[in-house]
């Protein structure tokens, strides 16, 4: 079992930027890959950006050069994904949502965060 916590959202003008983070515990030995969801209203949930136990990065391409994913490991037990956003417009307005995937291809999920871009 994974534990994911999400924190960091907001509302933010256009142009601003915002750092959600992902306080995540449990099985981590177990984990294969963390990222960050989104989804807006009247929309399907849609990656982000993604990152495997080996560092490999992938982002969605309208997101690609203004947002950054990055992890943080305490100790085996704890992690912390970063998801650093700039540039931020209004197509970008959406609950936020951490996901990590597990040897068994498990999913979990965070409870979501609000970010908010205003014009």
């Known amino acids: 079992q994974v534990q994911l916590v999400e924190s960091g959202g907001g509302l933010v003008q256009a142009g601003g930027s915002l750092r959600l983070s992902c306080a995540a515990s449990?099985?981590?030995?177990?984990?294969?890959?963390m990222g960050w969801y989104r989804q807006a209203p009247g929309k399907q949930r849609e990656l982000v950006a993604r990152v495997t136990s080996s560092g490999v990065t992938n982002y969605l391409g309208s997101v690609k050069g203004r947002f950054a994913i990055s992890t943080i490991s305490r100790d085996n037990a704890k992690h912390t994904v970063i998801l650093q956003m700039n540039s931020l417009n209004l197509e970008d307005t959406a609950v936020y949502y951490c996901?990590?995937?597990?040897?068994?291809?498990?999913?979990?999920w965070g409870q979501g965060t609000q970010v908010t871009v205003s014009s």
């Open positions: 449990g099985s981590m030995s177990t984990v294969t890959a």
């Open positions: 996901n990590s995937e597990d040897l068994a291809e498990r999913a979990y």
